[in-house]
């Protein structure tokens, strides 16, 4: 498993732009999906976008879809959540998420699909 670490979460006021980093541990990062999920106060954790490990392409949820871009930096071992035009309702917990050779779903892809978790960075946007 790799161990990961999120940072650049913050206050931001809507419309206004943050970008998350991801950063692992390990020699063999570029064998790993890497996913961000969110979760909101009283809500389940959700899919906000994923980079696959084998052809970097990028999926996302609709709610995110043209606002926000995920990357690859295979030897920097980071991935990155550039995220744009923010709303209120992006306000929540962001965590990012690594499975090896992970062979699910990109369109609905779950938590439980993925093996090792970060601990999240808080990302607010007021009104």
């Known amino acids: 498993q790799v161990q990961l670490v999120e940072s650049g979460g913050g206050l931001v006021q809507a419309g206004g732009s943050l970008r998350l980093s991801c950063a692992a541990s390990?020699?063999?990062?570029?064998?790993?999906?890497i996913a961000w999920f969110r979760q909101a106060p009283g809500k389940e954790r959700e899919f906000v976008a994923a980079?696959?490990?084998?052809?970097?392409?990028?999926y996302y949820a609709d709610s995110v879809e043209g606002r926000f871009t995920i990357s690859r930096d295979n030897a920097k071992n980071t991935v990155y959540l550039q995220m744009n035009s923010l709303k209120p309702e992006d306000t929540a917990v962001y965590y990012c998420?690594?499975?090896?050779?992970?062979?699910?779903?990109?369109?609905?892809?779950?938590?439980?699909?993925?093996?090792?978790w970060g601990q999240g960075t808080q990302v607010t946007v007021s009104s």
């Open positions: 980079i696959s490990w084998s052809t970097s392409s990028p």
């Open positions: 998420a690594a499975d090896q050779y992970y062979s699910g779903s990109y369109y609905y892809p779950t938590a439980p699909s993925f093996e090792s």
């Open positions: 390990g020699r063999t990062f570029s064998t790993y999906t």
